[in-house]
């Protein structure tokens, strides 16, 4: 059990719609990361939290936008949704400079854009 | 500009030895991971190298070359089981992880 918790696990929504998605981290843990994983590809890093601060993002409009709380689950809103948004987007909690024994990923939350 | 590369489908047979290979150009080196991907599945961890040289852990072992930007994962006595598409991602400068595209392991009876 990895301990990193995403909700909802699948959703469909509509184009233009807007999308929020939820991540609880691993106990101790207070750096979150998200990533986009399209059919067929590797993930892409969209942003990172830390402190509750934004503190580095990839190549992703400004329609991705997050929020990480006090307690340092964090939120990913995708407003105005595209078909090509439909994707597994997955949560990676880690400590702020996570090896590869402190990375842990949650099962992912599968996003239907019709 | 970052890159990962690695092969986009390999097929083995059952109870052989596969390498999938991996190489990369990144901003900054801060470990080389591999990660195995059931369809329909989230990544799972495989294994985690920051120094040179040959990790092993069971039927899996993964190897690193800093110097020429290179890596493979080695899967042993291959099962039915590791059909899977196999990622690799990089730790950059910035702590984030770029990732390649993964290679779909088909394996057969």
């Known amino acids: 059990d990895a301990g990193v918790t995403q909700s909802p696990t699948h959703l469909i929504k509509t184009r233009g719609q807007q999308v929020t998605l939820r991540c609880s981290p691993k106990s101790g843990h207070d750096t979150v990361s998200w990533y986009q994983q399209a059919l067929g590809q590797g993930p892409q890093f969209i942003f990172q939290?830390?402190?509750?601060?934004?503190?580095q993002r990839g190549n992703f409009p400004d329609r991705f936008s997050g929020h990480q709380f006090p307690n340092y689950s964090s939120e990913l809103n995708v407003n105005a949704l595209l078909l090509g948004d439909s994707a597994l987007y997955l949560c990676a909690s880690s400590l702020p400079r996570g090896d590869g024994n402190t990375i842990y990923f949650g099962e992912g939350s599968w996003l239907t854009v019709v | 500009g970052q890159n990962i590369d690695q092969p986009t489908e390999m097929t083995a047979t059952e109870g052989a030895i596969v390498q999938i290979n991996c190489t990369y150009q990144?901003?900054?080196?801060?470990?080389l991971f591999w990660y195995q991907q059931h369809a329909g599945e989230a990544p799972t961890f495989l294994s985690y190298?920051?120094l040179d040289g040959l990790e092993e852990k069971g039927r899996f072992s993964s190897f690193l070359s800093r110097s020429k930007g290179y890596s493979y994962l080695l899967l042993k006595e291959l099962q039915m089981k590791d059909s899977a598409s196999y990622l690799c991602a990089v730790m950059d400068s910035n702590y984030q992880l770029i990732w390649g595209a993964g290679t779909k392991l088909i394996i057969k009876p």
């Open positions: 990144t901003s900054g080196f801060n470990g």
């Open positions: 939290y830390y402190e509750e601060e934004e503190r």
């Open positions: 190298n920051v």
